[in-house]
Every structure is written in C-alpha cells, then in structure tokens.
C-alpha cells in the first residue's frame, strides 16, 4: 500500500475481532506517533497504551458512550499532551502535535491491516478531566484523544449504526515551557507508559 493509497482508504473502524496486535505492530505504531512533525520539535507529547480490558474499559468510560468501540478494542492508546515540553511562546501548539502523532498512529495501523477509530477527548473538558483522574495525570499532562486499535471484523462493521455526534464543549488550553535537543522523528521508548502514568 502505497502512503496515498494508504490515505485515502483509511475509515474509522468501531467493531474488532477478538484478535490480539502482536508487540512488533504496536512498536511500529509508536514509532510512527513519535515520527511526526512538532512544533520546534518539541515532541510534547506521551503515550498511554494498554491492552488490558479492565484498563481499556476504564478508558472508553472516562471518554464517555462515543468511545464504547475501546470495549471491543484490542489495543487502547490515550495520547497525552505533555506542557513541560511545549513551545513556550506559543504553548497551545501541544494540540497540534498530540494531532499529528494521533493520525500517524492511526495510518501506521492501517498500513499494517489494523483497524482504528479516534475518540475525542480535548476540548471536552469533562472527558479530560476523567481521564486525569483515573490515570492519576500530573497537572503539565493533558488528555489529548484516546485510539482504539484492532483488525477489523468487517461483518459487524457494515451492519453498524452511524457514528455518534460528537458533544461539544469549548475548552481552556494550556502554558508551558522549553524545546528540546531531540533528533527529529526519534523513538522514544521513555515516552510510552503502559496501563498506568
Ligand atoms: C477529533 C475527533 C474526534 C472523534 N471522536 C469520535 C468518537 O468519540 N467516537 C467515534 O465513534 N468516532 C469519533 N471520531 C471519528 C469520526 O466520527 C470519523 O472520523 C468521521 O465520521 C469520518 O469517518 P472516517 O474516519 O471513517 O473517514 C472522531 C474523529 C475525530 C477526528
């Protein structure tokens, strides 16, 4: 699959097949979240993953009924914003950033035959601020959005109901602080927190 292809063929998928996502598949979709471009490559961002259901529940409820496709999910990644590392002139940049690794991610998977939907959980504040809570976030980490991966169970898939209308509610970006001496586009195994901060 070549990456317009790649591009134009990826839909958010909502149903899974009980079928784990090998370790090396979930690496490489890292690894395509950290690839991404940041505001002065400030790569103000992290990652909580999990494949436990218990976890991935608790996920799916703090992000609210939109997010029940994370109960059929085989993976679960909360991207998080990390303000110790924004911009500092222009902070707010964070939100771009967890953006680009988020759709990254969600094209990697893709190319790899596995399936995803975003969540959305910044600007609702209510969604942020569950997460935080029942990940225990420090006050410099934002919730961002969280990603149910799995491989697609394509029956279940076309016999869905049309996706939920987002409820929105405006939000109160953040401040913060310094760029960084990373090499661009490098994997940072330090930046990915499984099952808990
Ligand atoms: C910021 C954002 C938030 C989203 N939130 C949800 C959500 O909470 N639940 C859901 O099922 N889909 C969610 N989606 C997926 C959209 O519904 C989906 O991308 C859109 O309907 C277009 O369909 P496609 O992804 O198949 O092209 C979200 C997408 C984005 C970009």
């Not at 990826?10 to 899974?16: A, G, I, P």
């Not at 979930?26 to 259901?53: H, K, Y």
Request: glycine share 6%; aromatic share 6%.
């Amino acid at each position: 699959m070549d990456a317009l292809e790649n591009i134009m063929t990826r839909r958010s998928v909502r149903h899974f097949l009980d079928k784990p996502i090998p370790d090396e598949a979930v690496e490489t979709i890292l690894r395509a979240g950290m690839a991404g471009p940041s505001c002065v490559n400030a790569r103000d961002w992290s990652f909580l993953v999990t494949r436990d259901p218990v976890i991935m529940n608790q996920m799916a409820d703090a992000n609210g009924r939109p997010a029940d496709p994370l109960k059929r999910a085989a993976l679960g990644i909360l991207v998080l914003g990390d303000l110790e590392r924004a911009f500092k002139p222009a902070p707010d940049y964070w939100v771009i950033d967890g953006a680009i690794a988020a759709q990254n991610m969600i094209l990697a998977a893709h190319a790899l035959g596995i399936g995803s939907v975003w969540l959305g959980t910044w600007p609702q504040m209510d969604r942020v601020n569950r997460q935080r809570e029942a990940f225990c976030l420090p006050d410099t980490v934002i919730p961002h959005s969280v990603i149910a991966f799995g491989y697609p169970d394509t029956g279940a898939e076309k016999n869905s109901p049309a996706p939920p209308k987002p409820d929105d509610i405006p939000a109160a970006p953040p401040k913060d602080t310094p760029p960084q001496n990373m090499e661009k586009g490098a994997f940072e195994p330090g930046r990915i927190h499984v099952d808990r901060w």
